[in-house]
């Protein structure tokens, strides 16, 4: 059954290519992309939501038809239309429609704006088929036609009324092909494991029945395959007359829940009698809620053919062949199986580095079949940087620019970065190249196997030997002195789980050393060996004099051992001291009466503890200075603009509302 081909395949092999189905990643989306794509390749799958694309990942579509797109952004959209001129657009992408979608902005914005932006693109040799939702009629739900009126009642169905109008809009000033579908109750295949239908199929197959409203609630159901049909009708026929309209996919059947509870027990013999009411009934829930498919039977020829009992024994059989419990629910439910990684990378005087980590990276998520987020800080660099990050922003949605007011120092830029990051999992690399990309694989295998920290260990560096005898000779002293077990060699490139980057980020202490702190959150962490290259471009922004400011940092920021060897060494020369006097009055009276006096013993004394003092002062001196700098309390970064794909945050309420709404 997963790879028959279609009844319809003549009718997909007619459409006109290259076809681009947005939305994809979604239950219908999914299946009309799945169906095409087993005919022909010019199909593409574009998809920008982050909770739906387990499907095309089950599906083992490959990365290269796999567009990121937003449709919120016209330049993303124009970028994907330019690059692969599709002559068949598929619009499934919608947001609203469960109870669970409940951001009113985003209905409107996805619903509408993101429609404008498709078909601001659109030409007149294109085809545009919209998927609409019978929802639009609201209060008028008992079989109402096209040229009925429409009486919305909710947020998404006004949003969808007004892509409706959209769409006859284009049709008669721009002479586009346009059709909006008004989809009534699809069920089928790739459907959310908590809907009514797969709930049903699920509970028929173990002999019982689901939580169940009130039997009077009705639909008008119509299997996928149907629905799928529907719409490559509409893209085979549409002509001059019939762009611009909304129809009608229905049966023309009321079907209420107690049939269907009926014609489930009948076809698949389940003894157990309903339960009504064990389950409240939804606010939108209607006694009369079906089509009149008439209009587009006349004008398309399209008739549902798939009978209810046929719909739910095909969509049994489903089920059971995709081994249903252990594949589709686990999927569906585990955002890990289908995450969203976000790179931060802190860039001070990269920007020729920039692009080549940009391409890498994207590379390397794709060969992943990841969902994607980059996030660029530019650390007030001298160079050209932030235009680098512009222009890569501009073409790529997922990428985030962020702009500092000075140089805060990488620590600083990485949580920066952290405090807004909408993924699953970070990885934080060094603009330089340095972190290769392509170990970025080889930490996600040691996340998906339940470890919240990875890091790399670098047991080789590409670097002068007396260099690489420094680094490694600071790790070993810095490992010996913690108060805390500090991985040897392991640097800030990093996978960092969601969980252990909100701890991070809600840390109080103002100069942070990260790779330390990520030690002491604790949780589960193991480390990926790599070889360090040297930098690609430009000279290193570290020397000497740093690498020693670094090194006290992270001594004197995870240990207490200077503290403690000066306790010892007072103890120690103290007795040393007494012991001294005792000899010196036992020599003086009773071993040596003539010794000398002089006073270079004096001197060398006098030299050796005041340096002890000073050296102990110093010491004191270095947690004094951090004890002042955490008291004064001042932010750790101060951002002047952030940048998300084509949108620009530069006031101070702009940039404190969007890192509002992002942190989790």
């Given amino acids: 059954m997963l790879d028959q081909l279609p009844v319809y395949q003549e009718k997909i092999r007619n459409l006109k290519g290259p076809i681009f189905v947005f939305g994809a990643s979604g239950f219908i989306g999914a299946n009309l992309f799945n169906d095409i794509f087993k005919i022909r390749k010019d199909c593409y799958a574009l998809t920008h939501d982050a909770t739906k694309a387990w499907r095309l990942k089950l599906l083992n579509v490959p990365f290269e038809n796999i567009i990121h797109c937003d449709i919120l952004s016209n330049n993303s959209v124009s970028e994907v239309f330019e690059k692969y001129k599709p002559q068949t657009i598929f619009n499934l992408a919608a947001y609203g429609a469960y109870s669970k979608q409940s951001n009113v902005n985003l209905t409107y914005e996805t619903n509408v704006i993101g429609t404008v932006n498709i078909l601001q693109n659109c030409t007149r040799e294109m085809v545009y088929i919209h998927a609409g939702s019978s929802s639009e009629y609201g209060f008028n739900c008992t079989s109402p036609k096209e040229t009925d009126r429409v009486e919305p009642n909710s947020h998404y169905a006004v949003s969808k009324v007004s892509a409706a109008y959209l769409l006859e809009y284009y049709a008669r000033l721009f002479d586009l092909k346009t059709l909006n579908l008004r989809l009534y109750s699809i069920y089928g295949y790739w459907e959310e494991p908590d809907r009514l239908m797969p709930k049903v199929i699920e509970s028929a197959r173990k002999k019982q029945l689901p939580s169940l409203v009130s039997p009077d609630i009705s639909r008008d159901f119509v299997f996928i395959e149907d629905c799928v049909e529907a719409f490559l009708d509409a893209a085979l026929k549409i002509n001059s007359e019939t762009s611009g309209r909304s129809y009608n996919i229905a049966t023309g059947r009321k079907t209420t829940i107690g049939d269907l509870v009926e014609t489930s027990r009948s076809t698949f013999s389940i003894p157990q009698e309903p339960q009504w009411g064990s389950m409240s009934n939804r606010k939108w829930d209607l006694a009369d809620w079906f089509g009149d498919p008439t209009a587009f039977e006349t004008d398309f020829g399209w008739k549902a053919k798939t009978?209810?009992?046929?719909?739910?024994?095909?969509?049994?059989?489903?089920?059971?062949?995709v081994n249903y419990e252990?594949?589709?629910?686990?999927?569906?439910?585990?955002?890990?199986?289908?995450?969203?990684?976000?790179?931060?990378?802190?860039?001070?005087?990269d920007a020729q580095a920039i692009p080549f980590m940009y391409e890498r990276l994207v590379k390397t998520f794709n060969e992943l079949k990841v969902r994607y987020e980059i996030i660029f800080v530019n650390d007030s660099s001298p160079d050209n940087q932030e235009d680098v990050i512009n222009k890569i922003c501009d073409k790529d949605p997922n990428v985030v620019g962020i702009s500092h007011s000075r140089n805060f120092g990488s620590q600083s830029a990485f949580l920066s970065g952290m405090e807004i990051a909408t993924g699953d999992c970070v990885v934080l690399m060094d603009g330089d190249l340095q972190d290769p990309p392509e170990i970025i694989p080889a930490f996600y295998e040691k996340w998906m196997d339940g470890n919240d920290v990875v890091y790399g260990v670098r047991v080789q560096r590409e670097m002068k030997p007396h260099i690489h005898f420094f680094y490694k000779t600071f790790y070993k002293i810095f490992q010996s002195l913690s108060y805390i077990p500090i991985p040897r060699d392991a640097g800030d490139f990093s996978m960092i789980d969601r969980k252990v980057v909100k701890e991070l980020v809600d840390l109080p202490e103002t100069e942070q050393f990260l790779r330390g702190l990520?030690?002491?959150?604790?949780?589960?962490?193991?480390?990926?060996?790599?070889?360090?290259?040297?930098?690609?471009?430009?000279?290193s922004t570290n020397n000497w004099t740093k690498n020693i400011w670094w090194a006290k940092k992270a001594i004197f920021s995870f240990s207490f051992a200077?503290?403690?060897?000066?306790?010892?060494?007072?103890?120690?020369?103290?007795?040393?001291?007494?012991?001294?006097?005792?000899?010196?009055?036992?020599?003086?009276?009773?071993?040596?009466?003539?010794?000398p006096r002089g006073i270079s013993t004096v001197i060398v004394l006098v030299t050796f503890f005041g340096g002890l003092t000073i050296l102990g002062i110093s010491f004191l001196g270095e947690y004094i200075t951090k004890i002042f700098e955490e008291t004064k309390k001042r932010p750790k970064y101060i951002r002047t603009r952030i940048r998300r794909g084509s949108k620009s945050y530069k006031t101070a309420d702009e940039i404190r509302t969007l890192v509002k709404q992002l942190r989790k």
């Fill in 307 to 321: 009978s209810l009992e046929t719909g739910l024994s095909k969509t049994k059989q489903w089920q059971e062949a």
């Fill in 518 to 539: 990520r030690a002491w959150v604790g949780f589960k962490q193991t480390g990926v060996p790599y070889v360090r290259p040297e930098r690609m471009f430009g000279v």
């Fill in 562 to 595: 200077p503290l403690e060897l000066m306790s010892y060494a007072g103890f120690g020369l103290t007795g040393l001291s007494i012991l001294g006097i005792i000899w010196q009055i036992m020599a003086k009276f009773i071993f040596f009466p003539d010794t």
């Fill in 326 to 349: 252990e594949t589709i629910i686990p999927a569906f439910e585990n955002p890990k199986l289908n995450p969203v990684i976000t790179a931060i990378i802190a860039c001070y005087k």
